[in-house]
């Protein structure tokens, strides 16, 4: 340990490693790469899960069984307090939520939720609704339309 190592308590950032600047340098030459071999090599980088002709872990692991991943539905989830901003009687669907920037969008289908409360009259047009969102919805005086 060196007087500076104890110094540059507080220090947040490590400076940068220069390679390739001199064997003065102590990472001149090969630049730290050390010598032949794939990573040594510019353009290195085997592909992803590539282990060195080891087989795979991905390839070593029983896949068994039936995952439905591939179909499944992705909704872009709006909760009815969210709704309260839209003005009395207007029709609210995916573009509608969307255009006010209520939430993101994580799938062509809407589901709307039953968080807080609605003060208004709105039909709603979604793919899906909970059941405490519909019963809030019908108790305002609105309708919730359920798009196929």
């Known amino acids: 340990m060196q007087i500076h190592d104890v110094t540059a308590k ?10 390739g600047r001199g064997t003065g340098s102590g990472t001149g030459k090969t630049a730290g790469r050390g010598h032949k071999g794939q990573r040594s090599r510019s353009g290195d980088h ?7 002709g080891q087989m ?3 390839r070593r692991i029983p896949k068994r069984g039936f ?5 499944k ?15 009395e009687g207007s029709e609210v669907d995916l573009d509608a939520v969307l255009g006010a ?5 994580t799938g062509n289908m809407l589901k709307v939720l039953g968080m807080g409360e609605l003060d208004r009259k709105l039909t709603i047009r979604a793919h899906k609704f909970s059941v405490s969102a519909r019963a809030k919805i019908e108790a305002a ?6 798009i196929s």
């Not at 507080?10 to 390679?19: A, C, I, L, N």
């Not at 085997?46 to 060195?52: A, H, I, N, Q, S």
């Not at 920037?101 to 969008?105: A, D, I």
């Not at 005086?141 to 359920?146: C, F, I, K, L, Q």
């Open 10 to 19: 507080g220090v947040k950032h490590r400076p940068r490693k220069r390679v």
């Open 46 to 52: 085997p592909r992803l899960g590539f282990e060195g």
């Open 56 to 58: 795979p872990l991905y």
């Open 67 to 71: 995952t439905n991943a591939r179909f």
């Open 73 to 87: 539905k992705h909704y872009t989830l709006v909760n009815l307090d969210a709704l309260a901003q839209f003005d």
């Open 101 to 105: 920037g209520l939430s993101r969008r």
């Open 141 to 146: 005086g609105g309708t919730a339309e359920v």
